[in-house]
Protein backbone atom coordinates (compact mmCIF):
# COMPACT_ATOMS: atom_id res chain seq x y z
CA UNK A 1 0.00 0.00 0.00
CA UNK A 2 1.12 3.79 -1.01
CA UNK A 3 2.01 5.69 2.04
CA UNK A 4 0.38 8.73 2.39
CA UNK A 5 2.01 11.91 1.86
CA UNK A 6 0.96 14.83 4.03
CA UNK A 7 1.78 18.61 3.42
CA UNK A 8 3.88 18.38 6.57
CA UNK A 9 7.24 16.09 7.17
CA UNK A 10 8.96 16.20 10.46
CA UNK A 11 12.61 14.80 9.74
CA UNK A 12 14.19 13.88 12.76
CA UNK A 13 18.57 13.01 12.32
CA UNK A 14 19.89 11.28 15.05
CA UNK A 15 23.20 9.62 16.68
CA UNK A 16 23.16 7.80 19.84
CA UNK A 17 20.53 9.33 21.26
CA UNK A 18 18.53 6.37 22.60
CA UNK A 19 18.51 8.27 26.16
CA UNK A 20 16.34 10.48 24.90
CA UNK A 21 14.54 10.05 21.78
CA UNK A 22 11.61 7.83 23.22
CA UNK A 23 10.46 11.52 24.91
CA UNK A 24 11.13 12.91 21.34
CA UNK A 25 9.06 10.04 19.46
CA UNK A 26 6.00 9.89 22.00
CA UNK A 27 5.79 13.51 21.86
CA UNK A 28 4.60 12.75 17.97
CA UNK A 29 2.80 10.19 18.59
CA UNK A 30 1.19 11.80 21.16
CA UNK A 31 -0.46 14.44 18.75
CA UNK A 32 -3.53 15.69 18.05
CA UNK A 33 -3.49 15.72 14.23
CA UNK A 34 -2.47 12.77 12.35
CA UNK A 35 -1.73 14.97 8.74
CA UNK A 36 2.64 14.58 9.09
CA UNK A 37 4.90 12.24 8.49
CA UNK A 38 8.29 11.06 9.99
CA UNK A 39 11.73 10.52 8.39
CA UNK A 40 13.72 9.32 11.40
CA UNK A 41 17.65 9.31 9.60
CA UNK A 42 19.79 7.31 12.42
CA UNK A 43 23.79 8.15 12.05
CA UNK A 44 24.97 4.90 12.15
CA UNK A 45 24.35 4.66 15.79
CA UNK A 46 25.88 1.88 18.10
CA UNK A 47 23.48 2.30 21.54
CA UNK A 48 20.67 0.94 20.39
CA UNK A 49 18.84 4.17 19.03
CA UNK A 50 18.20 2.33 15.57
CA UNK A 51 16.20 -0.55 17.37
CA UNK A 52 14.40 2.11 19.30
CA UNK A 53 13.38 3.62 16.06
CA UNK A 54 12.42 0.20 14.34
CA UNK A 55 9.88 -0.74 17.08
CA UNK A 56 8.04 3.10 16.20
CA UNK A 57 8.40 2.10 12.45
CA UNK A 58 6.69 -0.91 12.71
CA UNK A 59 3.97 0.23 14.77
CA UNK A 60 3.18 3.15 12.96
CA UNK A 61 3.19 3.29 9.20
CA UNK A 62 3.60 7.38 8.94
CA UNK A 63 6.81 6.71 10.28
CA UNK A 64 10.12 6.15 7.71
CA UNK A 65 13.09 4.46 9.24
CA UNK A 66 16.46 5.07 7.18
CA UNK A 67 19.69 4.01 8.74
CA UNK A 68 23.30 5.36 7.10
CA UNK A 69 26.04 2.88 6.02
CA UNK A 70 28.38 4.96 8.01
CA UNK A 71 28.59 7.59 10.57
CA UNK A 72 28.57 11.07 8.70
CA UNK A 73 29.52 14.37 9.83
CA UNK A 74 26.23 16.28 11.23
CA UNK A 75 25.69 18.83 8.50
CA UNK A 76 25.66 15.65 5.70
CA UNK A 77 23.31 13.66 8.09
CA UNK A 78 21.00 17.02 8.60
CA UNK A 79 21.30 17.34 4.59
CA UNK A 80 20.00 13.81 4.34
CA UNK A 81 16.90 14.14 6.22
CA UNK A 82 16.15 17.31 4.44
CA UNK A 83 16.94 15.82 0.91
CA UNK A 84 14.52 13.34 1.90
CA UNK A 85 11.67 14.98 2.90
CA UNK A 86 8.89 15.17 -0.65
CA UNK A 87 6.18 16.96 1.09
CA UNK A 88 5.19 21.08 0.70
CA UNK A 89 7.14 21.21 4.32
CA UNK A 90 9.55 19.97 6.16
CA UNK A 91 10.51 20.82 10.09
CA UNK A 92 13.26 19.33 11.83
CA UNK A 93 13.39 18.09 15.77
CA UNK A 94 16.70 16.72 17.43
CA UNK A 95 16.70 13.90 19.45
CA UNK A 96 16.32 15.66 23.12
CA UNK A 97 13.34 17.72 22.18
CA UNK A 98 9.77 17.06 22.18
CA UNK A 99 6.52 18.95 20.70
CA UNK A 100 3.60 20.15 22.66
CA UNK A 101 0.58 17.85 21.67
CA UNK A 102 -0.86 20.44 19.32
CA UNK A 103 2.18 21.11 17.61
CA UNK A 104 1.16 19.56 14.27
CA UNK A 105 -2.30 21.21 14.10
CA UNK A 106 -1.27 24.52 14.65
CA UNK A 107 1.32 24.24 11.86
CA UNK A 108 -1.27 22.70 9.44
CA UNK A 109 -3.61 25.21 10.58
CA UNK A 110 -1.25 27.91 9.30
CA UNK A 111 -0.37 26.18 5.80
CA UNK A 112 -3.83 26.02 5.14
CA UNK A 113 -5.01 29.25 6.21
CA UNK A 114 -1.96 30.94 4.67
CA UNK A 115 0.66 28.64 2.83
CA UNK A 116 3.50 30.57 4.10
CA UNK A 117 6.88 29.97 2.72
CA UNK A 118 8.34 29.83 6.26
CA UNK A 119 6.55 29.64 9.40
CA UNK A 120 8.94 30.77 13.14
CA UNK A 121 7.41 29.34 16.38
CA UNK A 122 8.62 30.02 20.00
CA UNK A 123 10.43 27.21 21.90
CA UNK A 124 10.81 26.82 26.10
CA UNK A 125 14.28 26.17 26.71
CA UNK A 126 14.20 23.23 29.46
CA UNK A 127 16.49 20.76 30.89
CA UNK A 128 16.65 16.50 30.83
CA UNK A 129 14.06 16.84 33.84
CA UNK A 130 12.32 19.14 31.73
CA UNK A 131 12.57 22.39 34.33
CA UNK A 132 11.45 25.52 32.34
CA UNK A 133 14.87 27.44 31.90
CA UNK A 134 13.78 30.36 29.87
CA UNK A 135 11.57 30.92 26.46
CA UNK A 136 12.64 32.21 22.91
CA UNK A 137 10.17 34.32 21.29
CA UNK A 138 10.10 37.61 19.51
CA UNK A 139 8.80 41.29 21.27
CA UNK A 140 6.24 41.60 18.02
CA UNK A 141 3.47 39.92 16.73
CA UNK A 142 5.08 39.87 13.42
CA UNK A 143 8.38 39.46 12.79
CA UNK A 144 10.81 39.86 9.36
CA UNK A 145 14.10 39.51 7.43
CA UNK A 146 15.31 41.93 10.50
CA UNK A 147 13.88 40.47 13.17
CA UNK A 148 15.45 37.05 12.75
CA UNK A 149 18.51 37.87 11.54
CA UNK A 150 19.00 40.17 15.18
CA UNK A 151 17.67 36.54 16.65
CA UNK A 152 18.55 33.67 15.10
CA UNK A 153 15.60 30.88 15.30
CA UNK A 154 17.26 27.27 16.07
CA UNK A 155 16.30 24.65 13.38
CA UNK A 156 13.73 23.01 15.39
CA UNK A 157 11.55 26.52 15.81
CA UNK A 158 11.75 26.63 11.46
CA UNK A 159 9.31 25.40 9.50
CA UNK A 160 10.02 25.43 5.94
CA UNK A 161 8.20 25.00 2.35
CA UNK A 162 10.36 22.85 0.91
CA UNK A 163 10.65 24.31 -2.64
CA UNK A 164 12.16 27.33 -0.51
CA UNK A 165 15.16 25.63 0.58
CA UNK A 166 17.79 25.85 -2.14
CA UNK A 167 21.01 25.53 -0.08
CA UNK A 168 21.79 22.19 1.67
CA UNK A 169 23.34 21.42 4.63
CA UNK A 170 26.13 19.81 2.91
CA UNK A 171 27.38 22.66 1.73
CA UNK A 172 28.38 24.08 5.52
CA UNK A 173 30.94 22.08 6.85
CA UNK A 174 31.61 24.08 8.96
CA UNK A 175 31.20 25.33 13.11
CA UNK A 176 27.58 27.46 13.65
CA UNK A 177 26.75 25.79 10.20
CA UNK A 178 22.97 25.61 10.55
CA UNK A 179 23.16 29.66 11.35
CA UNK A 180 25.04 30.33 7.77
CA UNK A 181 22.41 27.87 5.79
CA UNK A 182 19.94 29.82 7.45
CA UNK A 183 20.89 33.48 6.27
CA UNK A 184 21.32 31.97 2.70
CA UNK A 185 17.84 30.02 2.58
CA UNK A 186 15.98 32.93 3.93
CA UNK A 187 16.97 35.10 0.82
CA UNK A 188 14.62 33.12 -0.86
CA UNK A 189 11.77 34.33 1.84
CA UNK A 190 8.80 37.11 0.96
CA UNK A 191 7.07 36.60 3.80
CA UNK A 192 7.28 35.31 7.39
CA UNK A 193 4.57 33.88 9.47
CA UNK A 194 4.80 33.69 13.19
CA UNK A 195 3.53 31.40 15.80
CA UNK A 196 3.12 33.64 19.16
CA UNK A 197 2.91 30.48 20.92
CA UNK A 198 5.88 27.94 22.72
CA UNK A 199 4.78 24.75 20.66
CA UNK A 200 8.20 23.06 21.27
CA UNK A 201 10.60 22.48 24.17
CA UNK A 202 14.27 22.45 23.90
CA UNK A 203 17.12 20.50 26.06
CA UNK A 204 19.54 22.31 26.99
CA UNK A 205 21.73 21.23 30.44
CA UNK A 206 24.30 23.37 29.15
CA UNK A 207 25.03 26.77 31.45
CA UNK A 208 22.80 29.54 29.78
CA UNK A 209 25.62 32.23 29.78
CA UNK A 210 28.67 30.25 28.79
CA UNK A 211 26.31 28.67 25.72
CA UNK A 212 25.17 32.10 24.99
CA UNK A 213 28.54 33.69 24.80
CA UNK A 214 30.34 30.30 22.76
CA UNK A 215 26.79 30.76 20.79
CA UNK A 216 27.52 34.67 19.97
CA UNK A 217 31.14 34.73 19.28
CA UNK A 218 30.33 31.46 16.30
CA UNK A 219 27.52 33.55 14.89
CA UNK A 220 29.91 36.82 14.50
CA UNK A 221 32.50 34.66 12.55
CA UNK A 222 29.26 32.83 10.38
CA UNK A 223 28.12 36.26 9.66
CA UNK A 224 31.98 37.55 8.77
CA UNK A 225 32.24 34.50 6.40
CA UNK A 226 28.69 35.27 4.99
CA UNK A 227 29.55 39.30 4.26
CA UNK A 228 32.69 38.01 2.51
CA UNK A 229 31.27 35.15 0.54
CA UNK A 230 27.55 35.49 -0.19
CA UNK A 231 24.77 37.10 -0.80
CA UNK A 232 23.47 40.23 -2.70
CA UNK A 233 24.86 43.82 -1.69
CA UNK A 234 21.77 44.84 0.50
CA UNK A 235 21.97 41.47 2.43
CA UNK A 236 25.68 41.96 2.97
CA UNK A 237 25.18 45.91 4.61
CA UNK A 238 22.00 43.90 6.79
CA UNK A 239 24.60 41.14 7.85
CA UNK A 240 27.33 44.13 8.23
CA UNK A 241 24.90 46.30 10.59
CA UNK A 242 24.13 43.17 12.94
CA UNK A 243 27.70 42.03 13.13
CA UNK A 244 28.81 45.84 14.66
CA UNK A 245 25.94 45.34 16.93
CA UNK A 246 27.10 41.61 18.03
CA UNK A 247 30.30 42.85 18.04
CA UNK A 248 29.63 46.11 20.89
CA UNK A 249 27.71 43.61 22.93
CA UNK A 250 30.64 41.14 23.22
CA UNK A 251 32.82 43.84 23.75
CA UNK A 252 31.19 45.11 26.22
CA UNK A 253 30.18 41.79 28.19
CA UNK A 254 34.02 41.00 28.08
CA UNK A 255 34.99 44.46 29.42
CA UNK A 256 32.33 44.13 32.30
CA UNK A 257 31.82 40.44 32.66
CA UNK A 258 34.80 38.53 32.12
CA UNK A 259 33.85 35.67 34.11
CA UNK A 260 31.75 34.89 31.50
CA UNK A 261 34.71 34.34 29.17
CA UNK A 262 36.78 32.65 31.79
CA UNK A 263 34.09 29.82 32.10
CA UNK A 264 33.60 29.40 28.08
CA UNK A 265 37.21 28.58 28.13
CA UNK A 266 37.44 25.68 30.30
CA UNK A 267 34.08 23.80 28.76
Known amino acids: MTKKINKLTIVLPVYNGAKSIVRTLNSLTDQTSSNFNLVIIDNYSNDGTYDICKRYKNKFDWITLIRNPYTTPMPINWGIAIDSCNSTYVSMIHADDYYDKNF ?3 INFEIQKYSPELIIC ?37 IWRRNKINHNFK ?31 ITSDINQSTNNINWEWGIIKSIIFIIFCYGSLEFKKTATF ?20 DASSKS
Open 104 to 106: VKK
Open 122 to 158: NAKIVNSKSKLLNVLSYDSKEINHKTVLSSFPGIQRQ
Open 171 to 201: NFLFPTFDYVWFYQNIQNINEIKYIDQEVIS
Open 242 to 261: YLLMLLKDHIYKRIYNPNLF
